[in-house]
């Protein structure tokens, strides 16, 4: 599913999101491991990389990639949740939402359902978006005001949002 899921743009590879890579041998891994791209080489499923994400996340289980995003414009740190196109729902399942859920207070958790459609999940709420058209505004203590068109947003002036 790593080598499924997320795109990867790079000098050495370039691979369109859920579609599997040329190298990958689903099953058995990567047919050039030893030599795989800087970018896959940089690539951090939390799965394999957080104590606490247990055996029930791992990504062919769950349907799911789970890795650690710093988001620069507010130098927070998150997490990107990219679902297998087949599964939509497969972070709303217990015990995955639950999980994710009490992550969101201490780190932003961005899930990626479609191209055009994105989840901000807040301890308090759920903020889905469309990142082509919108942005997800905050207040001044870094909670959801709301969603705006990217372009009504761009008019009040660099307000504190957040885009994919």
């Not at 997320?6 to 579609?19: F, G, R, T, W």
């Not at 650690?68 to 927070?76: A, D, K, L, S, V």
């Not at 297998?84 to 015990?95: I, K, Q």
């Not at 359902?113 to 870094?142: G, H, K, N, W």
Request: with cysteine; aromatic share 10%; charged share 30%.
């Amino acid at each position: 599913m790593c080598c499924k899921l997320p795109a990867i743009e790079d000098e050495e590879l370039s691979k369109p999101a859920h579609q599997w890579c040329q190298h990958a041998r689903p099953g058995s891994g990567c047919a050039i491991y030893e030599t795989r791209p800087a970018a896959c080489r940089a690539f951090l499923c939390c799965w394999l990389t957080l104590e606490d994400m247990g055996p029930h996340w791992k990504p062919n289980k769950c349907k799911m990639v789970v890795s650690y995003r710093r988001n620069h414009q507010f130098g927070g740190r998150g997490y990107i949740v990219n679902l297998d196109r087949n599964h939509p729902n497969a972070w709303r399942r217990s015990p995955y939402y639950e999980e994710l859920k009490a992550r969101s207070g201490k780190f932003r958790i961005e899930i990626i359902v479609s191209d055009r459609c994105r989840v901000l999940m807040c301890p308090d709420q759920d903020v889905y978006f469309d990142p082509a058209i919108e942005t997800v505004m905050f207040d001044d203590r870094d909670r959801v005001k709301g969603v705006l068109p990217i372009e009504e947003a761009r008019k009040l002036g660099r307000p504190r949002n957040f885009q994919a």
